[in-house]
């Protein structure tokens, strides 16, 4: 992030060091953003939902949305053991080799976010 939030960065001529997917124009794109200080200004029902084999968003992440949320009852927290930041059968310890195996988003997420659609 020093190398994007540097000012000289140019997502199309990156430094030779940069090497974030997907690519440096998203990497400059969501700079600025502040995720939890933006969340705060919505007031909409949400649902939260974490993989805890996700070695992209650690679970200790989840933490922090709680905490951000704190005291709000119209958000929801659901959290899938054994699943990946793609909600698919995965370990921490294979990190992106999991997503080189074709699967399906596991039934219980797809379950989970239709029955709070429809609740």
Do not use: C
């Amino acid at each position: 992030m020093k190398l994007v939030r540097h000012p000289d960065f140019d997502p199309a001529n990156p430094p030779k060091a940069f090497d974030l997917p997907p690519n440096p124009y998203w990497w400059d794109d969501i700079k600025g953003y502040e995720p939890a200080k933006e969340a705060k200004l919505r007031s909409v029902d949400m649902l939260i939902l974490q993989g805890e084999q996700d070695f992209q968003v650690p679970k200790e992440s989840l933490l922090g949305w709680k905490e951000v949320y704190k005291g709000r009852t119209n958000v929801d927290f659901r959290t899938y053991p054994g699943l990946t930041h793609l909600f698919t059968k995965g370990s921490l310890d294979k990190g992106i080799q999991n997503y080189l195996n074709a699967d399906n988003v596991d039934k219980q997420v797809i379950d989970d976010i239709a029955n709070w659609i429809l609740n």
